[in-house]
């Protein structure tokens, strides 16, 4: 099984696999009935959730009802824990959305859920984040998951994260690490071997490899960083990745 899903990732461009994949996982969910993990996000039960990647597919990762990853898990803990999310009615900037959320997440927000990608057929908005095609102060949140080390320049896309806030508003602004994890970010533009992408940066559309100076990065755009582990507690329970911090960019109050 981890061959498969694998090679399925590693060949099939993600458009293609977001508009497919979606039946036969569920089917294949029958197999890996139990109660022992639950995704928060569609409430199914199974002993343990599909493995997941693209070299060495981690164990207990994929859900196979709704398709959430581990981070896909732990965002929406963060938003309903810690956030008023899905209590109040927000303007809503997703950017590269994932199918678990969203529907979800437009029952919540209605017209003001808007979803964005440079290419995605299930986004709204055709966008490139570089240049956000919305006026300033006009979104209370954004969702940027594992995007930025895909982009030409992460510090100009969150300088136009930070342009579409409101003040006080916040991002969560995901991004992969691979241990051992560097302290400075690396990038080298003049990499543009696939196979050599994907043993430098992770992935072979990976353009930067992020290190432990990430707040600083998010601090560089003009966002005021923060950090938090909040749900390792939750990590057996919800099939979440050992020691992964939530990381936000919040867009300082007028004034402040």
Request: include cysteine.
């Amino acid at each position: 099984m981890k061959k498969v899903i694998s090679l399925l990732i590693r060949f099939i461009p993600r458009k293609y696999l977001q508009l497919f994949s979606g039946v036969g996982l569920k089917a294949l969910g029958i197999f890996y009935a139990g109660s022992q993990v639950e995704c928060p996000i569609c409430q199914h039960k199974y002993r343990q959730f599909l493995p997941y990647g693209r070299i060495n597919p981690r164990p207990n990762a994929l859900c196979p009802n709704c398709l959430s990853l581990e981070r896909h898990r732990l965002i929406w803990l963060y938003l309903k824990e810690k956030t008023d999310f899905f209590s109040a009615q927000l303007n809503v900037l997703h950017i590269a959305p994932e199918p678990c959320f969203m529907e979800r997440f437009e029952r919540q927000h209605g017209a003001g859920y808007v979803t964005a990608d440079i290419e995605s057929p299930l986004a709204k908005v055709k966008m490139d984040i570089h240049q956000i095609p919305f006026v300033e102060n006009h979104f209370d949140a954004v969702l940027c998951n594992h995007v930025l080390e895909h982009v030409k320049d992460d510090i100009q896309a969150m300088s136009e994260i930070k342009r579409v806030l409101k003040p006080g508003g916040w991002a969560i602004m995901q991004v992969p690490f691979f241990s051992p994890v560097p302290d400075v970010t690396f990038e080298d533009a003049s990499i543009t071997n696939p196979r050599e992408r994907e043993r430098i940066f992770g992935q072979d559309d990976h353009v930067r490899l992020f290190g432990k100076d990430y707040p600083k990065r998010i601090a560089q755009s003009g966002l005021i960083p923060e950090a938090s582990d909040f749900a390792k507690a939750q990590a057996e329970k919800f099939g979440l990745q050992q020691g992964e911090i939530i990381y936000l960019g919040r867009k300082a109050q007028v004034g402040c």
